[in-house]
């Protein structure tokens, strides 16, 4: 009898998200809405010329960061192909355990672009392509290799990646620039990380380039995945210590972390740069200290690949989009004019492959992740 | 007459017992809705696509059954330490401890499937018992209360794993730029019931140990000395029950069911494997599951089973009606509310208090602080 009262209280259950949905309040107000959503079921076969969807990592679509980029560079893509709202959607992944069904969802609701962040996801998103060669695939941070790490491209799976050592760089070169004390410092995020080792070994190589007789002393958070991007109170320790050993300039690269070493480093009075994004606009705390940062255009590069496909140029294999420099704001005045020429040279040579900026130096991490320059 | 009011008088309890939950879902959902338009989506659809994701198709009734799977598990592993007068809030670590156990043995050892299979699970059951039993031995020897001990034991489990799937860690998979451990040998993996689908049979196991503990509980000498402790300590010393025994024995119990669901998790879903971002929250859903169930072994089964439908009903609605995650979160923390405080339910509903024998457990009794 009790378990038979239990059943009817989940059957229950159910109906009661169906009452909910009848209350006169609601419908009331989302009258025009529901007429809208069945109408547009009928004409969305015709009208979708294509259907997007984006599976997060394990994260928000709102976490200022690698979600949120490569969310938004799905939503302007959407908008440039003319597509409606009902044309594209997310889902964020909550365990890990939940990747390929998430992605696979997409697939039974008939979406044709699936587009997956963090490389995390990789794997499963290459295996799910495959299966699926008249689906077109996009990964975020994922490079498309086999097991053995041996480049193995499907032509309708794309990996969009990125050159962290060209941004590491060219704030690098900056930073040899700007010192005046001749020792610069870096706080970091987890060194087995290959864009942070990338960002780190561009940043050391080039503070070198244009000051070889500068000091760089980098810290990568000694922890594992679940802190070394969210320890600001690491990160503010290590600045404070770098500053102490007369470091005039920062560079911080790993989340929370950096944006802790930043603030504190900015506090202290030295220069400070910034990674991924422009982080004179999301980390304000700086705006006075920040020189510039290293931009990873996740953005642009989501809306790129999203643009070959419609334009029938979409290969398959690993996309390298560059890392560049943001604006320099606030401190423009503060920087030589030559400095700045230099910086734009430096950047053409990076791009034209006449400098390297991912050769490994003595204590770096053995394994930089370094990609061949195309 | 009054003979059949007599009759009646047991189904109108557990009426009362079942409507306030109903109720309290229904108002937790009409409350959701209000901030599912104020963040500009529309409850419908919402809600019709929470639906049709948690049971519209076979596959869909496949993944509500796999995240039904661990919270029966990790729900009756809290309640069991509830009813003993133990507030488990360990249960995330000891499923994690359970899991990479069950990976050590399903990655190395090698053995036919008929072995290899229960040695794995057994191996996570044992982690997760040791794992509680500290905090467990740590309240009977000194009084340490076990809210605390547990909540440190999540953070040391959670670390000391993420540095042994860390780089150059010992369980690190060496061809991996993602923190994880190798997969389980095809003999460790559960056995899959519908072929083709990824239905295995954890859920079978997750019924079973519901009836087994059940049994345990109310039917034992073991479960009477349990409850007894868990309602008075005192009374239970006077009544010549081991105490401190009791209290030990009731954590590892508890924490050997959380490492089980740990191991059903690893050697059930693909890529059968431990990875960081797995199974996070499992372990502090349990507890939710738990006290929704009203702390018993087949009200955590039903709860479990809603926590699981909107967990997995949530891809679709995030898909369809672009709701985001966070949502389902909300509505299960309201549910969970007017559950805990019925009184705001049936003070809203005009519902008059009538289970004169409500069969309950004074959960700030623990607070006391030990056996002493």
């Given at each position: 009898?009790?378990r038979?009262l239990?059943?009817?209280m989940?059957?229950?259950?159910i109906l009661?998200?169906?009452l909910t949905?009848?209350?006169p309040k609601?419908?009331e107000?989302?009258q025009p ?14 009208e979708c010329s294509?259907k ?7 994260g ?29 959607s ?16 997409f697939?039974?609701?008939?979406y ?27 990964g ?5 290799v ?9 032509p ?5 990646n990125f050159?962290?050592d060209?941004?590491g760089?060219?704030v ?5 620039l700007?010192?005046?004390?001749n020792v ?5 995020g987890?060194?087995?990380?290959p ?5 780190e070994v561009?940043y ?10 500068a ?5 990568y958070?000694p922890?594992?995945?679940d802190?070394?991007?969210s320890?600001?109170?690491f ?7 770098l500053v102490s050993?007369?470091a005039?300039v920062?560079?911080g690269?790993?989340?929370?972390t ?9 506090n ?10 422009d982080q004179?606009v999301?980390l304000?705390?700086?705006k006075?200290?920040i020189?510039?940062?290293?931009l990873?255009d ?11 496909i419609?334009?029938?140029s ?6 390298y989009?560059?890392s ?8 423009d ?9 230099l910086?734009e ?12 900026p ?9 394994n930089t992740?370094c990609?061949?320059?195309? | 007459m009054?003979?059949l009011?007599n009759?009646?008088?047991?189904i109108k ?6 409507i306030?939950?109903?109720l309290?879902?229904?108002?937790a959902?009409?409350?959701?809705s ?14 019709l696509a ?5 049971f519209?198709n ?11 799977t ?12 509830f009813?003993g007068?133990?507030f488990?809030?360990g249960?995330?670590g ?6 990479i156990a069950s ?7 090698k ?12 191996a ?6 040791v794992?509680?039993a500290?905090?467990g031995?740590?309240?009977a ?7 605390i001990?547990?909540i440190?034991?999540?953070?040391i ?5 993420t540095?042994?799937i860390?780089?150059?860690g010992?369980l690190?998979?060496t ?8 997969s389980l ?7 899959i019931?519908?072929?083709?689908t ?11 140990l ?11 000498t ?11 300590i005192t ?5 010549g ?7 030990v024995?009731t ?5 050997g069911?959380?490492g ?11 890529p ?7 199974n996070?929250?499992y372990?502090?859903d ?5 006290v ?14 809603l ?18 995650v966070d ?5 299960q ?23 004169k024998?409500a069969?309950k457990?004074?959960l ?9």
């Open positions: 009898m009790k038979n239990t059943k009817l989940v059957l229950l259950a009661s998200i169906l949905a009848c209350q609601v419908s107000t989302e809405v529901q007429n809208e959503t069945s109408t547009t079921k009928v004409e969305e076969k015709e294509y997007i969807g984006y599976v997060s990592d394990v928000k679509i709102n976490d200022q960061s690698f979600n949120q980029a490569s969310w938004t560079g799905v939503e302007e893509a959407a908008k440039l192909l003319g597509l409606g709202k009902e044309c594209y997310f889902i964020e992944t909550t365990d890990s355990a939940d990747y390929e069904i998430n992605i696979r969802s697939v039974d609701e008939g044709n672009i699936i587009v997956t962040s963090g490389f995390a996801m990789g794997a499963i998103t290459r295996q799910i392509a495959k299966e699926n060669p008249e689906l077109f695939f996009i975020v941070g994922q490079e498309q086999n097991e053995n790490f041996e480049p193995d491209p499907y309708n799976a794309v990996g969009l050159r962290e060209f941004g760089f060219l690098g070169a900056l930073a040899g700007m010192t005046e004390t610069v410092g870096g706080v970091f987890c060194q087995f990380i864009p942070v080792a990338r960002y561009g050391y190589n080039g503070v070198k380039f244009v000051n070889p007789d000091k760089v002393i980098n810290v958070h922890g594992s995945i802190v070394c991007f320890d600001a109170t990160g503010s320790e290590t600045a404070k210590a050993e007369g005039d920062l560079y690269a790993g989340g929370l950096a944006n802790g070493a930043l603030i504190t480093a900015c202290q009075g030295a220069y400070v740069l910034g990674t991924d994004m004179f999301t304000p705390e700086v006075d200290c020189l510039s940062s290293a990873k996740i953005q642009e590069g989501v809306v790129g690949v999203i643009g070959s419609a334009d029938g979409f290969g398959g294999g690993d996309v989009a560059p560049s420099l943001a604006p320099f704001h606030n401190l005045s503060a920087i030589p004019e030559d400095a700045k020429v910086l040279e430096i950047a053409e040579k990076l791009y034209s492959g006449e400098i390297n991912c050769t490994p130096f003595e204590g770096s991490n053995p992740f990609v061949p320059i195309k | 009054d003979n009011l009759k009646l008088n047991p309890n557990i009426y009362i017992s079942v306030v939950p109903i309290a879902i229904f108002t959902l009409i409350l959701s209000v901030v599912i338009i104020l963040s500009g989506s529309n409850p419908l659809l919402a809600y929470l639906a049709e994701g948690a519209g076979l596959n869909n009734w496949i993944e509500t059954i796999l995240k039904t661990p919270l029966i598990i990790g729900g009756l592993g809290v309640a069991l330490a009813r007068g133990l488990n809030i249960v995330e000891q499923i994690f401890v359970g899991s990976v050590i043995i399903g990655t190395t050892l053995a036919p499937a008929i072995i290899h299979i229960p040695l794995t699970l057994l996570g059951v044992i982690a997760g018992a794992w509680a500290i905090p031995y740590l309240k020897k000194f009084g340490a209360h076990e809210v001990t547990t440190m034991t999540n953070y489990a959670t670390r000391i794993i540095w042994s860390g780089m150059n010992p690190r998979k061809t991996s730029f993602v923190p994880e451990t190798n040998l095809e003999t460790a993996r559960l056995p019931m519908i072929s083709d990824r239905l295995h049979i954890g859920i079978v196991i997750a019924l079973i519901a009836i087994v503990v059940y049994i345990l509980l109310f039917r034992t073991l479960g009477i000395e349990i409850r007894t402790v868990g309602l008075n009374a239970a010393k006077y009544c029950i081991k105490v401190n025994r009791n209290i024995l954590m590892a119990i508890s924490g069911l959380a089980l669901a740990g191991a059903i998790q690893v050697m059930g879903l693909p059968y494997n431990f990875t960081a971002g797995f996070v929250g372990g502090f349990s507890l939710a599951v738990a929704l169930g009203n702390i018993n072994p087949i009200g955590v089964v039903f709860s479990a089973f926590f699981g439908a909107m967990d997995s009903g949530a891809r679709l609605m995030q898909l369809r009606a672009k709701v985001p949502m389902i979160t909300i509505l923390g309201l549910i969970l509310m007017f559950v805990a405080a019925n009184q705001i339910i049936r003070g809203i509903y005009r519902i008059q208090i009538q289970d024998k069969d457990v004074n700030s009794q623990g607070w006391g602080g030990g056996s002493k």
